[in-house]
């Protein structure tokens, strides 16, 4: 029986005229979308009540809490229950849906305890549309969802980001003033003596920050206490206050002890650290006055204090010779000004232990010092003495360093061997310190070339043409592959034409057995450095004689006469290009232009 009355009471809904007999009425404004008989099922289904998950299923928000187990919908006096139990419909459009007594409502459920003052607001004071950061929420007119539980979700930051936004921190939910949590001692400046009993808008001024009341916490300079404080003393004894004062009182000296003296250009060493105030300055004095009756006085104004022994002699920078531990104990005395003495300390001079040349106890005793022989002895033993005198080392030496010289090109030139060419840019040592010496030489060390340089050509040119192995007679101290200017004319052979422009390897070839060049046996026949392109054609004893046609200047035929020849260019011939007769013809198995044509008749070249 049961699914026949189903199908009767579902006709009965299809019509109109019954649909005003089965619904139980109207529903609430929240779900006016769903009123119609077609969206029932939306909610509810068939032959059942209203199902949980259907709501879920359009509450998400709700869902997503459940499925996280928070809010207030997870508590344990409401999960479980049915939607329905405490949110029914079809009471009509201005039915409340959402109905509690908010006197009685136990907020912990909703897992944000209300303490302090927020026991006595107004629900709606926290659950606004501003205070919700879900668009979605923020539309609904009426909702308990979408609150953050921290501080700055609900309330301005009067901080304006320069403080943690962990509120809870420093302040108590009992009121926003004072910060009862706040332990100043936490800081970085924790507050002693005098300190405890300041206002704090005394140290943390209120100001106007972005058209807003703003009260600065963070940021407040505490390095020093002239960062609050005036300087009594005009920053004349430094900025470090606490050498001397503490937090109890100013006027307290208690600390005076600790007060550091570096601090105020005249750091105390040696014996002055044991001198009492009272030696040097005047006291008792006023805030303004006390201890600066030395401002000013330099460590090294010695003489303001003490009486100059020297009476003046070395100046009035005592330090140079002498330190604060004793008078009479002289240091290295790195900053004395020699130039007071007459003899000023220059290059090497000036890191030489004043030891070394002050060998008695008085450093003031006069010393001889008109020579670099006075102090050093002749490194080269006597190879410069002329006329039993020996130059001064100031003559080719500095005082920046025995290496290195100053004797100039100049000066070498007007010795027996002046430098030209490439020797003027050659090191000395290539010369005067000679690989395997140990010491350098400059007498007696060879004039001639050989002296210096391997004589290549040793065995392989005829002494004739380099008597004495004088390399001068070929090359030039300029470069020794560069210009040669050795007479050829003397030889066999003599250069003319273009054999003058042509490099001396160009004929004289490098080979293994004379790696130089062969400059000996050389064939002076043009067949020992040309080409013959003739072949055997003008051979006369076995040899051709390229003289006879062409001349040194060039290989052009400017000197050839065609008439000489058994066939004169006469009439149309003379005009003929001399390509047209002497044609490539095969000879021993190469291409050769032929020049001696046996047969001179007509039909030999015309048909």
Not at 178 to 194: I, Q, R, S, Y
Not at 211 to 235: I, L, M, S, Y
Not at 451 to 476: M, R, T, V
Not at 514 to 543: I, L, M, R, Y
Request: hydrophobic fraction near 25%; proline fraction near 3%.
């Amino acid at each position: 029986m049961q699914p026949k009355i189903f199908h009767i009471l579902f006709i009965c809904l299809l019509t109109g005229s019954t649909f005003a007999q089965l619904s139980p009425g109207d529903l609430s404004g929240a779900h006016a979308e769903l009123e119609g008989i077609s969206n029932c099922t939306q909610c509810h289904v068939l032959g059942e009540k209203v199902s949980n998950d259907k709501c879920l299923a359009c509450h998400k928000e709700i869902k997503s809490r459940l499925d996280r187990r928070q809010g207030y919908h997870s508590s344990k006096e409401v999960r479980g229950k049915e939607c329905a139990s405490c949110h029914s419909d079809h009471h009509g459009r201005n039915f409340d849906m959402v109905r509690f007594d908010e006197k009685t409502f136990n907020h912990n459920l909703t897992g944000y305890e209300l303490t302090g003052a927020h026991k006595k607001i107004d629900c709606r004071d926290c659950h606004k549309p501003d205070n919700v950061s879900d668009w979605d929420l923020k539309k609904r007119k009426e909702t308990f969802l979408g609150l953050g539980q921290k501080c700055l979700d609900c309330h301005e930051d009067f901080h304006q980001k320069t403080l943690s936004n962990d509120c809870a921190k420093c302040h108590s939910t009992d009121e926003f003033r004072p910060a009862t949590k706040f332990n100043h001692g936490n800081t970085k400046f924790a507050l002693e003596g005098k300190h405890k009993t300041v206002d704090c808008k005394d140290c943390h001024q209120t100001e106007i920050r972005n058209g807003k009341e703003f009260q600065r916490f963070a940021g407040v300079p505490f390095g020093n206490c002239t960062d609050c404080h005036k300087d009594a003393h005009n920053n004349n004894l430094g900025p470090n206050c606490k050498q001397c004062h503490n937090e109890q009182s100013f006027t307290s000296t208690a600390s005076l002890g600790r007060f550091n003296h570096n601090g105020t250009g005249f750091p105390l060493k040696g014996r002055h650290q044991r001198v009492d105030c009272k030696e040097c300055h005047q006291l008792p004095a006023t805030p303004l006055t006390v201890f600066q009756d030395r401002l000013g006085v330099k460590t090294q104004d010695c003489a303001t204090c003490h009486k100059d022994v020297h009476e003046g002699k070395f100046g009035n920078n005592c330090v140079d010779c002498h330190n604060e531990n004793s008078f009479r104990q002289v240091g290295k005395m790195e900053g004395f000004n020699h130039d007071l003495t007459g003899f000023a300390l220059e290059g090497k001079h000036e890191v030489v232990d004043c030891r070394k040349c002050h060998v008695s106890e008085s450093l003031t005793e006069p010393l001889p010092h008109n020579t670099c022989a006075t102090c050093h002895s002749d490194y080269h033993e006597g190879q410069f003495v002329t006329n039993s005198r020996s130059p001064d080392c100031a003559e080719c030496h500095t005082v920046d360093g025995f290496e290195g010289s100053t004797f100039s090109i100049a000066q070498h030139n007007k010795t027996k061997f002046p430098l030209d060419g490439g020797h003027v840019a050659t090191p000395c040592f290539a010369c005067h310190l000679p690989d395997g010496a140990e010491k350098w030489q400059f007498r007696n060390i060879g004039e001639r070339c050989v002296d210096c340089h391997d004589d290549f050509h040793k065995g392989e040119i005829a002494s004739k043409w380099y008597p004495n192995q004088a390399c001068k007679k070929c090359h030039l101290t300029e470069s020794w592959t560069g210009v040669n200017q050795f007479d050829h004319s003397k030889t066999t052979f003599q250069l003319l034409g273009k054999h003058a422009e042509v490099d001396c390897r160009a004929c004289h070839v490098r080979d293994e057995d004379h790696p130089q060049g062969k400059f000996t046996g050389v064939s002076t026949e043009c067949a020992a450095c040309h080409d013959n392109v003739h072949g055997n054609q003008f051979e006369k004893a076995g040899v051709t004689d390229c003289a006879r046609c062409h001349h040194f200047e060039g290989w052009s035929l400017t000197d050839f006469d065609h008439n000489k020849t058994r066939f004169k260019l006469e009439g149309k011939h003379a005009e003929v290009a001399c390509d047209r007769c002497h044609r490539p013809v095969l000879m021993d198995g190469a291409a050769v232009v032929q020049y001696r044509i046996e047969r001179f008749e007509c039909v030999d070249c015309h048909q």
